[in-house]
């Protein structure tokens, strides 16, 4: 057995990991990073809840149970939750000005849009790797409702005609900020507002890693829409020029109905809403997000009636919520694990952008560089479809390229050197859950 899953290894690994997850505690939760990300971020304290439940049950629970505090009375969940301690980031909550919003709460600063709804599955894999006891199963009574209203949100405020498929109205909302699937749609923001603002990424990261300065202010332009709709979701919908149903978004909302509808069994609660929605979105990702020709899933542009065809691995990713047929997970396979893909054969798989496509870059922000939770996503994925082996592989080369690399942000697949920011929670969890599988089989 590879030496970095002997008995006296692992925890070694598993050690370190932890360190860099207490190392970034703040009052009530994790940040991502020391620095970059200095407050609390929606979909990075589930992944953080999902490692910690393996080696810490209370701060898990914690960790997921401190993200309701930001509810909206809609019921969603701002994608961050400011830390006042913390004051250098931009855009900070000054600029979101969320108090604008009736529904807004107050009792925290928080931002104004979203980001994908991992959370009952967060709660799930906490209670699935606990010891089953009453207090497990309180813990999910207590957060029953709360993981409801904000799946309700999306239902509610989220879907456009009878499809069931939900839409995000900012690239920060899919969690992919920089992908070129937002290229075809951020172009055709002419009006994006030119304004007077200081990023504080490029201060603290090389800016051949980041977004270029020209897509930066059309996401602060859009923000400034929000906010001048008083961050009216059904104005939005109707005056934004970004509007987009993603296929990654709306598998991992499938993941997290199913997650939701377990914990309703487990605890007596209705699902049947949720169950039916979960077939609606699975049968529209097939139906209107499958590309045929290309033989990956794309993302539909509601401002432009039409299908985004960018060549990324979250086109690959409905693998992970058991989304598309044996035929076409085959086909979408054979492309992933192909050198000249995402899979570079001396590098680390995967890259984030297919290496053929004129967007790739190996350094730049979700423009090919290998992050961990993707690599977490695709695991589950060729799982699920029986590819074991690559699988295994998969997860071998990320545990590899974490210990050998560190815990950054994401990584440039040819070389290893890691990107962006050091010491990132979500790298760290994820690889807790890795090892644990690993101890599993
Ligand atoms: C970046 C990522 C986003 C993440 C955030 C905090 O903006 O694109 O997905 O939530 O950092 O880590």
Not at 29 to 47: C, E, G, M, R, V
Not at 73 to 83: A, E, K, Q, V, Y
Not at 295 to 320: E, M, S
């Amino acid at each position: 057995m590879d030496r970095k899953y002997s008995a006296e290894f692992r925890p070694l690994l598993t050690d370190r990991a932890l360190q860099v997850l207490f190392s970034n505690r703040i009052e009530f939760a994790t940040k991502p990073a020391p620095s970059l990300y200095p407050h609390q971020w929606n979909w990075d304290s589930a992944f953080i809840a999902m490692g910690l439940a393996h080696v810490d049950q209370p701060g898990a629970r914690r960790e997921l149970k401190s993200l309701f505090r930001g509810q909206w009375r809609t019921g969603m969940i701002p994608h961050i939750l400011f830390d006042p301690e913390a004051s250098k980031y931009f855009p900070g909550s000054d600029f979101w000005n969320c108090r604008c919003c009736p529904d807004a709460v107050t009792s925290v600063e928080t931002s104004g849009i979203t980001q994908p709804p991992i959370l009952a599955w967060a709660a799930h894999q906490i209670y699935s790797v606990s010891d089953k006891s009453m207090a497990a199963l309180e813990f999910l009574d207590s957060i029953f409702d709360y993981l409801s209203h904000y799946q309700q949100f999306f239902r509610q405020y989220r879907t456009v005609g009878d499809d069931g498929l939900v839409c995000i109205i900012h690239p920060w909302e899919s969690g992919l900020d920089n992908s070129p699937c937002w290229d075809p749609v951020l172009e055709n923001i002419e009006s994006a507002a030119e304004l007077e603002y200081k990023r504080s990424d490029t201060r603290l990261v090389s800016d051949q890693e980041r977004p270029t300065d020209r897509d930066h202010s059309r996401y602060a332009g859009l923000v400034e829409l929000f906010r001048n709709n008083g961050y009216d979701q059904r104005a939005i919908l109707k005056t934004s020029p970004f509007v987009v149903q993603p296929a990654l978004f709306n598998t991992l909302l499938c993941i997290d109905l199913d997650a939701l509808i377990r914990i309703g069994s487990l605890l007596g609660r209705p699902t049947a809403e949720s169950q039916e929605w979960r077939s609606q979105l699975k049968n529209s990702l097939n139906d209107k997000l499958w590309d045929e020709t290309a033989g990956f899933y794309g993302d539909f542009d509601l401002v432009n009636q039409c299908l985004i065809r960018q060549n990324t691995i979250a086109g690959y990713l409905p693998l992970a919520g058991e989304i598309p047929d044996e035929q076409r997970a085959r086909r979408m396979i054979t492309t992933i694990i192909d050198a000249s893909t995402f899979w570079p054969a001396d590098g680390y798989p995967v890259t984030t952008v297919a290496m053929t496509a004129p967007e790739f870059d190996p350094v730049k922000y979700w423009r090919g560089p290998v992050w961990i939770n993707i690599n977490w996503l695709l695991i589950r994925g060729l799982r699920a479809y029986g590819h074991n082996d690559s699988a295994r592989e998969l997860t071998d080369r990320t545990v590899d390229l974490i210990e050998n690399h560190g815990f950054y942000e994401y990584f440039n697949p040819f070389s290893g050197q890691g990107c962006g920011t050091d010491l990132f929670s979500w790298t760290a969890a994820l690889l807790i859950d890795l090892l644990a599988e690993v101890e599993r089989r």
